[in-house]
């Protein structure tokens, strides 16, 4: 009998994939071990969650119901039990130039590089982002073991730089999973889809470490990240997955509690840094300056704007 790898393992190769796309290091975090009990809903018409991420110049909304994981430049958003999954990325100083369509094919055989890996793809579509040009396949094929469909895209802003997007869905127990829920949720992200301007990338702060000492250590001076209930622990994710060491190595954290700080409700996290438990304190509820604490490092820029 034939075993189907699991969606989540899927989820967490895309992951890797865009990381190594983008020559980061490994994933600096791990989630909450809490696993939802059933299958969250996709809303593509309730209000989404808007993330900054400099290192690979772009902006973008993921859907209501979909997770957010975000290292460095690369992004995956996962959806309906992780049979639906999108990976972000960009560069924005390639060491050589290519062409869109090179790049496009290049992703893809990455991607489709593994054991169990095959695919076929349409004829190129042509696609445009805010008026920049690029390159697009619709593909389907064996992805680890499991049927898949989905689309590439690659939009080249600048002759040594690029933005990809990436679309697929499992379609082992629904066929028509991409056709339908897929493609309108890749139109979705495509239509916020924004390309961040050349001046915004030079003059962003890689790292912005708070003057403030206790900023982040105690509930009241707890790290504003903003978005409520809705986008809220997704923006926590965000901040937490971007810190590193301060001399660059990974973290590791968890969620605690929820407990009342002077003026807001702040989650409590347990960071394990170089083998010792640091606590740190997050406002869901809250907007302000985004650093990082005294003591840590970042991957790069922060990707929380103001909600």
Known sequence: MRVLINTKHIALFLLIFALLISACAAPTAVPPAE??????????????????????????????????????SGTLISALDSSLLFSLNGINEMSTEKTDEEILEALLTSLFSGGQSSYKKSALISASVEGYEGAAYDFSGKFLGSQVEGRALVIKPEARRYVSILGMAVVEDNQSLWTTTGKEAFNYILSSFRILPAEELLTAVVCPVSPNAKYGFSPSEAIKVGGGLSSGPLRERAYLDNLLTSDGKPITYTWVRSLESPDSIVDEYTLTVNGKEVTLYLDQYSYGVINAPRGFGCMGAFPISEP
Do not use: C, E, H
């Open 35 to 72: 696993t939802p009990a059933a299958v969250i809903p996709l809303d593509l018409q309730a209000k989404g969650s808007s993330f900054n991420v400099i290192q690979g110049g772009y902006n973008f909304t993921a859907p209501a119901g979909s997770d957010v994981s975000i290292s460095g």
